[in-house]
């Protein structure tokens, strides 16, 4: 009898008046019918998330998958035709050509991207006159969309008309009727300078977040030691910010190799600036080859996926491997 009252506690503790701690009397283990109870509860609450899921997430990627086994079109029958698809893809040299453009395309636009928006994190961080307003014409673009801005571009830069070529021949860098979006260097140029000043600004608020988060006494204890701004940079900020760059530089390359608004405003049709997704989008709802466009977008997930993890595997800190 001593061992099960010492099993669940069962004795009461009794002060030297007599009296009985009653916060001490009974401790027992939940019960299997509560321990049930509480797993109930936890089903019933993630059900509404987990049907979601299942909904828009689960279902229509299983159903992609398996549009992407047939030869399904846009409209009229189909019949499986398993990996076909996908053998075509590697043989595709449009597909191909497209593949290469995106990835050139997120190599130009990725690094000036996040320079750009870690100098101005810096430049917030010091709180230096003019900050604000830098903060405000680069966060801006990010706000508006791309689409948007990709549209009074399009106007903006109509040759002799827009308030582009009237700003670059007042600064002697172009004439008054130069065309932006006619030959593929400086479209590719035009639409380079436009993302870059469109993304930045988030860069600037992910890497700005990260830079509060750094105590202060690091950067006191570094200039006692009379460190330089470069090796603070290098030895505390930029060791401490590795989850914040990953994550600007992860969301930089997915939206770079899903580009496909700006290209499609202002390319005008260029066969040779068309990226992966306006490709996808021109196989399936232009060409109705249904089946064989979402073989490509599968293929594009399956990419953006790796690629991610690589960044986010190569930029983790130590403490986490």
């Given at each position: ?50 049907a979601l899921i299942v909904a828009f997430v689960l279902f229509p990627l299983g159903f992609a998958i398996y549009i992407s086994l047939t030869n399904w079109p ?248």
């Amino acid at each position: 009898m001593s061992r099960v009252n010492e099993r669940f506690d069962l004795a009461p503790v009794l002060h030297p008046g007599g009296q009985v701690d009653a916060e001490r009397t009974l401790h027992r283990a939940p019960s299997s019918a509560r321990r049930r109870r509480k797993a109930r509860t936890g089903g019933l609450l993630v059900t509404p998330a987990l049907a979601l899921i299942v909904a828009f997430v689960l279902f229509p990627l299983g159903f992609a998958i398996y549009i992407s086994l047939t030869n399904w079109p846009l409209i009229g029958p189909y019949h499986y035709i398993g990996l076909e698809n996908y053998r075509e893809l590697f043989h595709d040299p449009e597909f191909l050509h497209s593949v290469r453009f995106t990835v050139t395309y997120t190599a130009i636009v990725t690094l000036p991207i996040f320079f750009l928006g870690y100098g101005l994190a810096v430049l917030l961080r010091a709180n230096r006159f003019g900050s604000k307003v830098f903060r405000t014409l680069f966060f801006l673009p990010f706000v508006v969309g791309l689409t948007t801005e990709s549209f009074m571009f399009a106007i903006e830069l109509q040759p002799g008309a827009g308030w582009v070529d009237w700003a670059m021949s007042h600064l002697g860098l172009a004439s008054a009727t130069q065309a932006w979006t006619v030959t593929h260097d400086r479209t590719l140029l035009t639409i380079s300078v436009i993302v870059i000043w469109f993304a930045s600004g988030l860069t600037m608020l992910i890497l700005t977040g990260g830079m509060q988060g750094i105590p202060r006494e690091l950067y006191e204890a570094a200039d006692v030691d009379g460190a330089s701004w470069l090796k603070k940079e290098l030895r505390i900020t930029i060791p401490l910010l590795r989850r914040s760059i990953a994550l600007s530089l992860i969301i930089s390359v997915i939206g770079s190799f899903l580009a496909f608004n700006q290209f499609f405003i202002l390319a005008q049709n260029n066969a040779s600036l068309e990226t992966v997704v306006e490709w996808v989008y021109q196989t399936a709802f232009t060409s109705y080859h249904l089946a064989y466009g979402t073989s490509m977008a599968l293929l594009l997930v399956i990419v953006i996926g790796i690629v991610s993890m690589a960044q986010f595997l190569a930029l983790r800190g130590e403490t986490e491997l």
